[in-house]
């Protein structure tokens, strides 16, 4: 008997799944203050958790490629907050590289 070989997930189905598991992560941002819709953060787990135990003969980057996009969208819309420190004209710091900070920031602690 030969062992069950890896096959990569065709294109059409990274193209539907990424996008349903990205949304997943944005109910779950919605889940958070100020919205406070919390049942969505059940809601939310459906899209990642039915990709991950869909894939069993997937290779490793497939369940980890979702997982990571799923919290990219959850950490980048649940701390959009961060983009507030912009205007910072009060420390000195220019209009430009102000907003520069701002995103840099936001977009760091989003990949954190």
């Known amino acids: 008997m030969s062992p069950v070989l890896p096959y990569p997930p065709s294109p059409l189905q ?3 799944s990424l996008p349903l598991v990205a949304v ?3 109910l779950m941002a919605l889940a958070l203050p100020p ?3 919390w049942p969505l ?3 939310a787990l459906v899209p990642l958790w039915g990709v991950i135990l869909a894939s069993p003969g997937q290779p490793w980057w497939h369940p980890t490629l979702h997982g990571l ?3 990219l ?3 980048g ?3 959009v907050w961060i ?3 912009h205007p910072l004209m009060w420390l000195g710091v220019p209009w430009l590289g102000s907003v520069a900070i701002a995103l840099g920031v936001w977009f760091f602690i989003s990949l954190w």
């Open 14 to 16: 990274l193209r539907l």
């Open 24 to 26: 997943g992560g944005g």
């Open 73 to 75: 969208a959850y950490y």
């Open 41 to 43: 953060a059940w809601v």
């Open 35 to 37: 919205v406070s819709a």
């Open 77 to 79: 819309l649940s701390l």
């Open 83 to 85: 983009t507030h420190l």
């Open 69 to 71: 996009v799923w919290g």
